[in-house]
């Protein structure tokens, strides 16, 4: 098993390489900064059946462990629309510890970015209370990034704090939302407004779970990617801008290189400023108009394809807010037609108000008082510490521009991919 560890802050660290999963069990020990008693993997209904027994199985083989599997109620979803919770009704039969006290407990909730919400949140801590978890139980999150945040976030509070640790499943969370510990719930007002940080234990991003992944799936992480190639990784931008076709085919070599230095870059990041005070900020670049259109435009479009677009038009702020810049027309284009050529959007979507984008804006975690702040990127690979002001105007006039450029060509299409059937949840990163 090759892999190799990238160390973040404090204990926390990565494990890339592949033919992970099998191992973790194994490695969820003392000796690894692990005590714990019971484990609770928790999945979504997209996932756990392509990997969920596999890591059953690897528990299992390490004998003394009892397994609790609660069944899916699959069915059950549509009348659901919040998530879903499996096996958290009261009176439930609770299993008995094996021989050496070992205990694993799984838990499914409904695949989509609808079950990142309090309701689900605290139906996980139900499940675990019920079956008498307490502070050396251990949270894995198998699953993309909304599996990861919503683990992190009960693993943050629940009984103010429990080991956790990542097996990201999606190309968004492997390269970017499991590392770093931002933890977060959506609530009606915004995406990730309610959250913690609390970084896991170990993330195992192990690339052989990208082999499932659909193409729309596996560019929508792509798109942070290039994000972080953009904001402070030149070679990395410039691998990404010359080998579309390569990275989409999973061409191993490539992909290992863009999953790896993606996610020492930001490891390299959160090691200096964990609880973004300023140099964290830069891995926000996009995000604001970013997060604003996928408030409105969620589940029709994955988390990445937002950012793409609101990348593309933030790259448009240096020059206009008069910041000594590097970014020419040239090199926005460039980096536009990278985002492009993985298939991303680079347009605001025709349709939206721009008035009601500027009101998701508002809830912008960066903001300070009313004034928006934004990440600023004056060259390929150089982006500002700190985010800086934003006139309303000016945000409004990138927005409508971008939009007006969208309109005069054909209507962006997702590639053909299994979250098709995202409206009814498919799986959805962070
Ligand atoms: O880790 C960070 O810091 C980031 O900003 C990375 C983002 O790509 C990621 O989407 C993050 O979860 C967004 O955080 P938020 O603070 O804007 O909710």
Not at 319 to 342: E, H, M, N, T, V
Request: proline share 5%; aromatic share 4%.
């Amino acid at each position: 098993m090759a892999r190799r560890e990238i160390r973040v802050i404090g204990e926390s660290k990565v494990l890339v390489g592949r033919g992970l999963l099998a191992h973790i069990p194994s490695e969820l020990t003392p000796a690894n900064g692990i005590h714990a008693s019971k484990f609770v993997i928790v999945s979504d209904d997209n996932v756990w059946p392509l990997y969920g027994p596999r890591l059953v199985d690897a528990f299992r083989s390490l004998g003394g462990v009892t397994v609790h599997d609660v069944a899916s109620e699959a069915a059950d979803r549509a009348s659901r629309p919040m998530g879903f919770a499996m096996g958290c009704s009261c009176g439930a039969d609770e299993p008995v510890e094996g021989e050496d006290g070992k205990l694993l407990l799984t838990f499914q909730v409904a695949a989509g970015e609808a079950s990142k919400c309090r309701e689900v949140k605290a139906a996980i801590e139900d499940f675990m209370l019920l079956h008498r978890c307490n502070r050396d139980t251990c949270m894995i999150a198998l699953g993309g990034g909304v599996v990861g945040d919503l683990v992190g976030y009960v693993a943050a509070t629940f009984m103010r704090g429990v080991p956790y640790v990542q097996v990201p499943t999606s190309s968004t969370a492997m390269i970017d939302s499991s590392v770093g510990g931002k933890t977060a719930i959506n609530v009606p007002a915004g995406k990730n407004l309610i959250g913690a940080f609390h970084q896991p234990v170990v993330v195992y991003a192990d690339m052989d779970l990208l082999a499932t992944l659909g193409r729309r799936e596996l560019v929508e992480g792509i798109a942070e990617a290039i994000k972080m190639g953009v904001i402070r990784i030149p070679s990395l931008f410039e691998l990404l801008e010359a080998n579309p076709e390569q990275v989409m085919a999973l061409e191993p070599k490539l992909i290992e290189q863009v999953m790896y230095d993606s996610i020492r870059g930001k490891a390299e990041v959160v090691a200096q400023d964990e609880r973004e005070a300023g140099l964290r900020s830069t891995l926000n670049w996009g995000h604001t108009i970013g997060h604003a259109i996928e408030a409105l435009k969620s589940p029709a479009m994955m988390h990445g394809e937002c950012i793409a677009a609101g990348c593309v038009a933030e790259a448009e702020l240096p020059l206009r807010l008069g910041i000594p810049w590097q970014l020419d027309r040239a090199k926005i284009k460039r980096i536009a037609d990278c985002f492009a050529s993985y298939g991303l959007p680079i347009h605001v979507p025709r349709g939206l108000s721009i008035e009601q984008l500027m009101r998701k804006m508002a809830l912008d975690k960066k903001n300070r008082g009313n004034t928006i702040k934004c990440t600023i990127v004056t060259d390929i690979g150089v982006s500002i510490a700190q985010p800086q002001p934003v006139p309303r105007e000016m945000m409004q006039a990138v927005m409508s521009e971008s939009m007006a450029e969208g309109a005069r060509l054909p209507e962006w299409v997702p590639h053909e991919g299994k979250v098709k059937a995202q409206a009814a949840g498919g799986q959805m990163a962070s």
